[in-house]
């Protein structure tokens, strides 16, 4: 099993459909941006649903201090849609269906493999991770995220 991306190491160029179908790529962003990147395990479940309206009500702040959210599940492009229309989301979700993101960051399962694990990254400005958060519960990523965001600026 390849070990999960770490502190430290440089994100990995990749790219994937976003939940307009367009292409997204990486490269748009990196090293111009702090990122938040999740992992997440299902649109339109409890905790994915606090943690997406959580950092939709960042997001203006985020946008404001140079950041950027990118939200990634397995979920299909048209799933992406209507979650992001249902709860007003403005961020990028990328649907990882063949689970090749996950592979690439080194997302674990949980549950015995049944449920996609939930993986926060804040990258900095120069593509380093500077934060690996692995959580199954929502709500312990919220805060430290913003926290971890506003000291890399």
């Not at 090293?31 to 950092?55: M, R, S």
């Amino acid at each position: 099993m390849q070990e999960g991306l770490k502190i430290g190491d440089r994100l990995p160029l990749f790219g994937a459909k976003d939940q307009n179908g367009n292409d997204f790529y990486i490269q748009s962003v990196l090293e111009k941006k702090v990122l938040v990147i999740y992992f997440y395990p299902k649109d339109d479940t409890p905790g994915c649903t606090k943690q997406a309206c959580f950092l939709r009500d960042q997001y203006e702040e985020f946008k404001a201090i140079g950041a950027e959210v990118i939200g990634i599940s397995g979920d299909s492009v048209p799933a992406h849609k209507k979650f992001a229309s249902k709860y007003d989301l403005p961020f990028i979700l990328l649907s990882d269906a063949d689970k090749s993101l996950r592979k690439l960051f080194g997302v674990k399962s949980n549950m015995m493999g049944l449920l996609p694990g939930r993986v926060t990254y804040v990258v900095d400005k120069k593509g380093i991770i500077q934060m690996v958060f692995d959580d199954m519960n929502a709500t312990n990523h919220l805060d430290k995220t913003v926290e971890k965001v506003k000291s890399l600026l």
